[in-house]
C-alpha cells in the first residue's frame, strides 16, 4: 500500500453532519436556568450563535465550541465563560444537553 493509500487519521474534534445548524429550546429541567427563546446554530469553524430573548429583544451572543467525543465544549471569548456539557442525538432526532444530570431537549428548525 503506498503512503498516498493510507487512512487519514480521524479527528477528535470532528463535528457530526446532525449537529450543525440552528436547534431551538423544547424544554429543560428546572434546575437549568435558560432564557425564553433559547436557540443555537451551529456552524462550521466551531462558531456558534446563542439567542434568547429579553423582554421582547433578540439578542445573540457569538460564541466557539468544539467537540470531543460526546462532550460538547462552549466558549465566549468576550466573557471567558466556558461550559461543557454531555450532548447526545435523542429519540426523535432532538438534542439533548446533559449538564451534570439536569437536561435540556432542542428541535432542529428547517
Not at 466557539?64 to 450532548?87: K, S
Request: net charge negative; glycine share 10%; proline share 6%.
Amino acid at each position: 500500500m503506498a503512503d498516498d493509500d493510507a487512512p487519514l487519521p480521524l479527528d477528535p474534534h470532528a463535528v457530526p453532519d446532525w449537529l450543525l445548524g440552528r436547534w431551538r429550546l423544547l424544554r429543560a429541567e428546572s434546575a437549568l436556568d435558560f432564557a425564553p427563546g433559547v436557540c443555537m446554530d451551529f456552524r462550521r469553524g466551531g462558531r456558534l450563535l446563542y439567542s434568547f430573548s429579553v423582554e421582547g429583544h433578540a439578542q445573540t451572543v457569538p460564541l466557539i465550541y468544539q467537540v470531543e467525543g460526546d462532550v460538547l465544549r462552549t466558549d465566549n471569548p468576550a466573557a471567558t465563560h466556558a461550559v461543557e456539557t454531555h450532548y447526545a442525538l435523542g429519540a426523535g432526532g432532538v438534542l439533548v444537553l446533559d449538564f451534570s444530570g439536569a437536561r435540556a431537549w432542542f428541535v432542529k428548525e428547517t
